[in-house]
Structure formats: C-alpha cells, structure tokens
C-alpha cells in the first residue's frame, strides 16, 4: 500500500488510521441502495433481474411504492452519515481556527475570493491599519509601499547590503497574515544590545535572508507571503534605489541649515533622507526623488489597471504616500485606471509636515505634486475629541470650509476608540465598501 502510495498520491487517502476508508464504503453502500431503489420503479410494470435478486431478501409482502420508500430512506440516511463522517475526518485537522465552524471559514474564504480588486498606496502605520480592515472583506489585495525608507533597522540593511528597506514591507505582510497577532510579534521583536544585531528586528532580518536566498527583493516579498498565509500581496512602488529629498521653508531670521537658496519668505534648506525630513524645521514646500523619475514595479502597474478600488493613504503625507506617487509610471497609471480613487485624509496632523493642515490643505498638496485628476474622491473623519491628540504640534484634521471643490468629500466617523488620533481599521475598511456599493 505505502508504495503505490508513493506512486498514486490519491492512495493516501486508503492508509490506515485516516479515517476516511469507513466513510468511504458507507457512501456507496447508501449508493448501491439508491440504485435499487430507482430499478425498483420498474417492478410496477415488469420485475427487472436486480429487483428479482432483491425479492430472495423476502421483500416479497412489502408493496412496490413501500419498498421504494424505505430503499431511498435508507440510502439517504447512510449516504447523509457517511458524508458528515467523511467532513469530519477530512477536516478535523483544520480545527485549530478557534470556536468557528470549519464550513463559516470555508465560506468567508470563497466570499473573500470573490471581494473587489483593491489596490492601497502608502507606507507606515496608516497603510497597516487599512490593509487589516480589508482583509476581511476580499484576498484581491494589493499594498504597494514606498521603498524611500532609510531610518533605523531598515536604512542599516540598506546601507549594509544594498537592499530595499524592508520595515515597511514586513509590517504590511504582519498586518495581512492570518495569524497576525503573533506574526506581529515575531516580526516586531528587537534584538537588544547584548549582540551586533542591537536595534534590528527579526521581520527585517528575515526578509533579508529571503531576499538572500531567492534571488531578489520581489522574490523574497512573494515566498514570504505564501509562507505566512497572506492575503493579498505586498510589493513595491520601484525596484530602484532613490532617495527623497525635501524643499523646507525657515521662515527669516533662522538660517541653521546650510545649502539652503533664499526665498520669498524666507530660506530654503533641501534636505535629504526620509529619515530627516520630519525633523527639519520649517515648512515643507515640494518633496521629490532622486534620481527622478525611477521606473514603477511592473506588477503595480498591472494592478493598478486591474482594480475596482484605488486607496491613496492614510499615512505620513510628504513621507510615506507621496513617495509612491511621486514614480511618474505609476501616477499615469492612477489616472488612467477606470476604478475607483479615493484619498483617504488622516485623523490628526503630523509636527515635521502637516502641522495645521486641514482636509483641503491635504488634498492640495496632493494635487500641486502629482496633478488634480490624481484625487477624484476624498474620505475624511468627521469625529474629533475634546483635547488634541498627544504630541507637540498636533491637532484633528479638521473638515475643509463650505466651498466648491473638484473632488467629492465624503464623512465618516473613522477613530479607533482607544487612539482617537488613529483611524479604526473595522470603521475604514466599512466605510470604504460602503462608497463601492459592496
């Protein structure tokens, strides 16, 4: 048996201790009743050679109808008994999914599989807190980040080994994995330290040794994916190595930067790294790539033209969603796409770039880098508290005056109960379907 096993994989099945063999038999027990009971039909007319070697079971006083019945009774009842047994032995090694019944997994998984074509742009925590609410309503998920990530953990591998920043990436593959809360944890946990890995999370490492071992950055991006059950994919806006520099107006009479170029109102510092940018002081006026224009992943732009549903944030306005458009392939691709766009605006500013900006301010930042047809629809939290978040610099974004726009705003209340300042995955992703019709 064990090696027409190894010659017939479906012969597995027959092996001793899998339960199914029992199951097995009694099906086509209920099955060989079933097909004596439809050859039974007949007898009414003329008894058929089956039904003859039936009567010699001394059926004989039982009428033609009855006899039908009970044959089809009986059938049903075994058959009925071996296919719930059969389920059971079958599936009895997937309990582990917690209290739900198998069957409501197996259906959310085919409602998923059949969800909208979903592609999210940005970076950072607000790209993980939309990536999990997603998740539960569709599979077809795309995440693309920004690779112009070059602080901590992640700027040290891409110095170190020429690598794309991976800090990102895993978070997202966290956010979309099936058992992310202790994918969480193992991705997030930092080596102390005690050793050279001090500051390095073991999520980052362990893209980098993928990457190692696959070849490249996509490739290690896709086989960690199927790895660690995602749903959906994670990949990046460019392969190309940039850096994201910054236009930031110091307002007279602070001069503490050097390289700066006078303007209007003041001087204007350029500044380079991801990293550094939200630390300068000033006023941030235009960000962009260099080198400029880096050629957009392939597979984004498939995606991209693919989707029923484009989401653009939330996330750090000038660091982590503008970077993705900022690669010109991918911004046509946008505003060609026939799905539709919606920005997704944040619940609270952030000091180093959007300090008193509200939802127009936000929008128009969008629109001087990357055009007005980029944002045809704008989500934005309606729901503010009586304090202002936590953090110097830091208040709600509020909603825009009553004036005309080009876009059409629409309001929800969007904050996570115990981080007001934080959007709320459930509330996001619902009202987003809800703006789909879905």
Not at 44 to 54: D, T
Not at 147 to 176: E, K, Q, T, W
Not at 395 to 418: F, G, H, N
Request: charge should be neutral.
């Amino acid at each position: 048996m064990k090696r027409w096993a190894a010659q017939l994989p479906h012969l597995k099945w027959l092996r001793p201790g899998m339960g199914v063999k029992r199951w097995v038999l009694l099906l086509l027990i209920g099955l060989t009743l079933l097909v004596l009971a439809v050859d039974a039909v007949p007898r009414a007319v003329e008894l058929s050679s089956l039904w003859r070697f039936v009567q010699k079971l001394h059926w004989q006083r039982v009428s033609p109808v009855l006899e039908v019945l009970l044959l089809c009774a009986a059938s049903g009842g075994l058959m009925v008994w071996a296919v719930v047994g059969l389920n059971r032995s079958m599936l009895s090694a997937f309990r582990h999914v917690g209290q739900a019944e198998v069957a409501d997994v197996v259906y959310r998984h085919r409602q998923r599989q059949r969800g909208p074509k979903i592609v999210a742009i940005g970076g950072g925590h607000g790209l993980n807190t939309l990536l999990r609410g997603l998740k539960e309503y569709t599979d077809n998920l795309t995440a693309v980040v920004t690779v112009a990530d070059d602080g901590g953990s992640s700027g040290r591998l891409r110095r170190d080994m020429g690598m794309l920043p991976p800090g990102d990436f895993r978070n997202c593959i966290a956010a979309l994995s099936d058992a992310e809360g202790l994918v969480t944890q193992l991705f997030q946990y930092r080596f102390g330290d005690e050793s050279d890995l001090d500051g390095h999370s073991f999520g980052n490492l362990y893209l980098t040794a993928m990457t190692a071992i696959t070849g490249s950055f996509e490739g290690a991006l896709e086989e960690s994916s199927r790895v660690l059950a995602v749903r959906g994919r994670v990949i990046p806006s460019t392969l190309a190595q940039v850096t994201l520099c910054a236009e930031v107006l110091v307002p007279e009479p602070e001069h503490e930067a050097t390289g700066g170029v006078q303007g209007t109102r003041g001087q204007i510092n350029l500044v380079r790294g991801e990293s550094s940018i939200g630390k300068a002081s000033g006023k941030i006026q235009r960000v962009y790539l260099d080198p400029e224009g880096p050629p957009a992943y392939p597979e984004v732009i498939r995606a991209i033209l693919d989707a029923d549903l484009i989401v653009i944030g939330p996330g750090s306005l000038y660091t982590s969603v503008l970077p993705n458009l900022l690669v010109p392939d991918l911004a046509r691709a946008i505003i060609s796409a026939r799905a539709i766009k919606i920005y997704v605006c944040n619940v609270a500013t952030q000091a180093g770039e959007t300090q008193e900006y509200d939802v127009a301010d936000h929008v128009k930042a969008l629109c001087e880098h990357v055009g007005d047809q980029m944002v045809t629809t704008v989500l934005a939290n309606d729901t503010f508290g009586a304090h202002p978040p936590p953090g110097a610099n830091v208040d709600w974004v509020r909603l825009p005056k009553a004036e005309a726009t080009d876009y059409q705003l629409i309001t929800r209340d969007l904050v996570d109960a115990r981080y007001p300042w934080r959007h709320d995955s459930h509330k996001l992703a619902q009202a987003l379907m809800e703006t789909i019709g879905v």
